[in-house]
């Protein structure tokens, strides 16, 4: 399971790196809901670059940007379980949740990433077998 | 300390209350820096008064908003441990971000807090005893 916590630890003091330089942190953490089970496909090699290309989008934007970190969950993926998790710490809390922002936004569109709703009593529009594909953006 | 995992947890899957709710969930973890140590201090009845008025202005701004959260520790906090962590879940996670950077610069200005630094070599402009009183809103 995709913890919030195994995020976090980088930001906190007994990273030594951190313990020095880092004033904000910002987590953005997306739960899953609605439906029974989420199951997210990526395009693994394609998605990796895209989130980096992404986070050297965002240190060009926001010049402050100390740590950051995203996390996507791929496979199953249980209601009421993180999916993703985006962390940025940052000198000026202005930037860092402004980087949090524009970075699940971005996400969301470009990263190649599908998900499948599977439904409790199946799924809307009468799709067979209660299971439907979705782009990442489709929600929320 | 103040762990942000103990603000964390009431946003997780193990409170029954958000396992159907909860989609997005929104941190904002401010860690001490740059001074050896700081000292909090609060008008406690006021400062409680404020953060729960801005709570509720909040909920009136973005009106989806599921849980907020807001902890801030009073008295010494060493550099690195966290000061402050102001936690929020939204139906969407545009409201959420909106409203915790919101909700920090809000607390910032209008919640009477003050605190100490501490000075490893002595505070600037040739404070005696390394230490000088700030407004809350002072950095970073």
Chains 1, 2 share one sequence.
């Not at 987590?27 to 989130?51: C, G, H, R």
């Not at 971005?106 to 799709?127: F, R, T």
Request: net charge negative; charged share 20%.
């Amino acid at each position: 399971m995709l913890s919030p916590a195994s995020i976090l630890h980088v930001f906190t003091p007994s990273c030594p790196i951190c313990a020095t330089a880092l004033t904000n942190a910002v987590v953005f953490i997306l739960l899953d809901k609605e439906v029974k089970t989420l199951s997210y496909e990526a395009y693994i090699p394609m998605a990796e670059k895209t989130v980096q290309a992404l986070i050297t989008e965002a240190r060009q934007k926001w010049d402050d940007l100390i740590h950051v970190a995203i996390v996507h969950k791929i496979g199953d993926c249980p209601v009421g379980e993180t999916s993703v998790v985006i962390a940025v710490s940052s000198a000026h809390r202005k930037q860092g949740l402004e980087a949090v922002h524009w970075l699940i936004d971005e996400l969301k569109v470009k990263v190649p990433i599908w998900k499948k709703e599977v439904y409790v009593h199946g799924g809307p529009d009468g799709v067979d077998g209660g299971e439907v594909w979705k782009a990442n953006n489709a929600m929320p």
